[in-house]
């Protein structure tokens, strides 16, 4: 379970079929072999070891896909930073990760060297560009360019060792490092790539950053296979339904605010995208309407993925997409999910309660935090913070995150609920509903809305329709606010705690 050893096997028997496209370059397996193999030499020039972690500062790039299976086969440990990070945020990881070595990019030098004082264990030589560097900065073009291309010696690498440390997005506080085997890896491709009916005539396209866990359930399957893997330097619609057609591609990962934007774009057109075998659906929940329209558009394609980067998943496949329509589906062979109490007992089927589970995809833990590792991984099993059931067939519906639960005068709101009704009305776009302080109840929700292009409603017009259509008179929203676009972090998970924390910081002040 070396996952390196994939890129070997490719090279020695399938060595002249595509491996990897991006931008004008096309790589076959024997080149992108190759290309890793000089990298390889190039971190252990620098004196990088077996379980040595190495940091990448980068948006989407040739090198960063490179540098994961470079790290994979000298045993050292990928820790994959968003290029959105500053400050803070940017050393206390790397300092946390212990990283010797830092790959970016001309671009990015100078929120590095505004915190490399703060740096505890890298030095400045250790730190390469990829586009060009001088001294004190790595040069790293130059030193591939002058590494051998002969594989390097083997690093005894087994499937327990760390592959990677992969920092949670930071949505809900401070990020965490979660860490993954190569054996956790490795049953990425053979688990995935078997839902996904992947073979090595499969033509896979990535636009979403490759920083986050997400982009793996599809990667891991296509090298393991060694199918063609197209990677787009970021999302844009336009470009990606073009690649679409132009490549014949036949599975795509994407999150709902990229579905969002592909059924709304112009450019949309089902007969230009009707290579397609495979579209999936993670990272947040996709309103029912957006998933009954790419059913309709796009039949027998949709696949929904719910799941932690901690380590279990629910796959809801196209054969079911219509069937349990509103389900995240059931989990994959080898792997269980429950649905549990406070103390931890299985509840009723059609109850909700705290989901949980486990499988072949459990981390080894957060990195550095073992008090914080026991509290969410208890006897093998994963504790996620998401509220949801399971119905008699034993498919998982979600209700909402622990954490998002509205709490208005002592009764539960969940905003899922008023977010299914919200996007069913013809203008709106994207909806997200959060809490915000009330005098009486303590909180009560709001809807933050994005409207369709074109589109022509007031924020007192959608409130008075959604709070017509509420099940309960506690799902009113108290008010509608109207914004251009929701923020997002690299992975284009919508920021919720952004929009929330100024109306609790008013609120706070007060106190």
Same mark, same amino acid.
């Given at each position: 379970m070396e996952l390196?050893?994939?890129l070997?096997h490719?090279?020695?028997y399938?060595?002249?079929?595509?491996?990897?496209?991006?931008?004008?370059?096309r790589?076959?397996?024997?080149?992108?072999?190759t290309?890793? #193999?000089r990298?390889?030499?190039l971190?252990?020039g620098?004196?990088?070891?077996?379980?040595?972690r190495?940091?990448?500062?980068?948006?989407?790039?040739?090198?960063l896909?490179e540098?994961y299976w470079a790290c994979?086969?000298?045993?050292?440990v990928?820790?994959?930073?968003?290029?959105?990070l500053?400050?803070?945020?940017?050393?206390?990881?790397?300092?946390?990760?212990?990283?010797?070595?830092?790959?970016t990019?001309?671009?990015?030098?100078p929120?590095v060297?505004?915190v490399?004082?703060?740096?505890?264990?890298?030095?400045?030589?250790?730190?390469?560009?990829? #586009?060009?560097?001088?001294p004190?900065?790595?040069?790293?073009?130059a030193?591939?360019?002058?590494?051998p291309?002969?594989?390097?010696?083997?690093?005894?690498?087994g499937?327990?060792?760390?592959f990677?440390?992969?920092y949670t997005?930071?949505?809900?506080?401070?990020p965490?490092?979660?860490?993954?085997?190569h054996?956790v890896?490795?049953?990425?491709a053979?688990?995935?790539?078997?839902?996904?009916r992947?073979?090595?005539?499969?033509?896979?396209?990535?636009?979403?950053?490759?920083?986050?866990?997400g982009?793996?359930?599809?990667?891991?399957?296509?090298? /393991?296979?060694?199918?063609?893997?197209?990677?787009q330097?970021?999302?844009?619609?336009?470009a990606?339904?073009?690649?679409?057609?132009r490549?014949q591609?036949?599975?795509?990962m994407?999150?709902?605010?990229?579905?969002?934007?592909?059924?709304?774009s112009?450019?949309?057109?089902?007969?230009r995208?009707?290579?397609?075998?495979?579209?999936l659906?993670?990272?947040?929940?996709?309103?029912?309407?957006?998933?009954?329209?790419?059913?309709?558009l796009? $039949?027998?394609?949709? /696949?929904?993925?719910?799941?932690?980067?901690?380590?279990?998943?629910?796959?809801?496949?196209?054969?079911?997409?219509?069937?349990?329509?509103?389900?995240?589906?059931?989990?994959?062979p080898?792997?269980?999910?429950?649905?549990?109490?406070?103390?931890?007992?299985d509840?009723?089927r059609g109850?909700p309660?705290?989901?949980?589970?486990?499988g072949p995809f459990?981390?080894?833990?957060?990195?550095?935090k $073992?008090?914080l590792?026991?509290e969410?991984?208890?006897?093998g099993?994963?504790?996620?913070?998401?509220?949801?059931?399971? #119905?008699?067939e034993g498919?998982?519906?979600?209700v909402?995150?622990?954490?998002?639960m509205? #709490?208005?005068?002592?009764?539960k709101?969940?905003p899922?609920d008023i977010e299914?009704?919200?996007?069913?009305?013809?203008?709106?776009?994207?909806?997200?509903v959060?809490?915000?302080?009330?005098?009486?109840?303590?909180e009560?929700?709001?809807?933050?809305?994005?409207?369709?292009?074109?589109a022509?409603a007031?924020?007192?017009e959608?409130?008075d329709?959604i709070?017509e259509?509420v099940?309960?008179?506690?799902?009113?929203?108290?008010?509608?606010?109207?914004?251009?676009?929701?923020?997002?972090?690299?992975a284009?998970?919508?920021l919720?705690?952004?929009?929330?924390?100024?109306?609790w910081?008013?609120r706070?002040?007060?106190?």
């Open positions: 390196s050893s994939l070997v490719h090279a020695r399938r060595p002249h079929a595509t491996a990897v496209v991006f931008e004008q370059q790589l076959d397996y024997l080149s992108f072999s290309r890793v #193999d990298v390889a030499h971190l252990t620098l004196g990088v070891k077996k379980t040595q190495v940091a990448t500062l980068l948006p989407n790039t040739l090198e896909l540098l994979a086969r000298i045993g050292a990928a820790v994959p930073l968003s290029p959105l500053t400050g803070v945020g940017l050393s206390s990881l790397i300092n946390d990760a212990g990283a010797v070595c830092l790959v990019q001309k671009s990015l030098l929120v060297t505004a490399l004082p703060e740096l505890q264990t890298l030095a400045p030589e250790r730190i390469l560009l990829i #586009d060009g560097g001088e004190p900065w790595g040069d790293y073009a030193l591939a360019a002058a590494a291309d002969r594989e390097p010696p083997a690093a005894d690498v499937p327990d060792d760390l990677n440390i992969m997005s930071g949505t809900t506080g401070l965490k490092g979660i860490m993954h085997s054996r890896r490795a049953m990425y053979l688990l995935l790539g078997a839902a996904w992947m073979t090595p005539e499969s033509v896979v396209l990535h636009t979403g950053a490759i920083v986050f866990n982009a793996f359930v599809t990667l891991m399957p296509a090298f /393991h296979l060694g199918a063609t893997y197209i990677l330097r970021q999302f844009d619609a336009v990606m339904i073009e690649a679409i057609a490549e591609v036949t599975h795509i994407v999150v709902p605010a990229q579905i969002i934007a592909l059924l709304d112009p450019a949309f057109d089902p007969a995208l009707a290579s397609l075998q495979m579209i659906s993670l990272g947040a929940p996709l309103a029912q309407p957006r998933k009954d329209q790419l059913n309709q796009l $039949p027998g394609r949709f /696949h929904e993925l719910y799941g932690l980067t901690e380590g279990f998943v629910t796959i809801l496949d196209k054969t079911d997409a219509v069937r349990k329509a509103g389900s995240v589906g059931c989990p994959p080898f792997s269980e999910v429950r649905v549990v109490d406070e103390a931890s007992h509840l009723p109850q309660g705290e989901i949980v589970g486990r459990v981390m080894q833990g957060y990195w550095g $073992p008090q590792t026991a969410t991984l208890r006897f099993w994963i504790h996620s913070g998401d509220i949801g059931y399971l #119905d008699d498919y998982l519906y979600l909402d995150r622990k954490k998002d509205i #709490d208005s005068g002592g009764v709101v969940y899922r299914d009704i919200a996007s069913r009305h013809p203008a709106v776009a994207e909806v997200a959060f809490g915000i302080p009330h005098e009486t109840w303590g009560t929700p709001l809807a933050a809305v994005v409207l369709k292009v074109g022509d007031t924020a007192s959608l409130r329709w709070n259509r099940a309960a008179r506690y799902q009113r929203v108290q008010e509608v606010v109207i914004l251009p676009a929701f923020p997002r972090n690299a284009g998970k919508t919720k705690r952004e929009m929330r924390d100024p109306y910081a008013g706070a002040r007060q106190i």
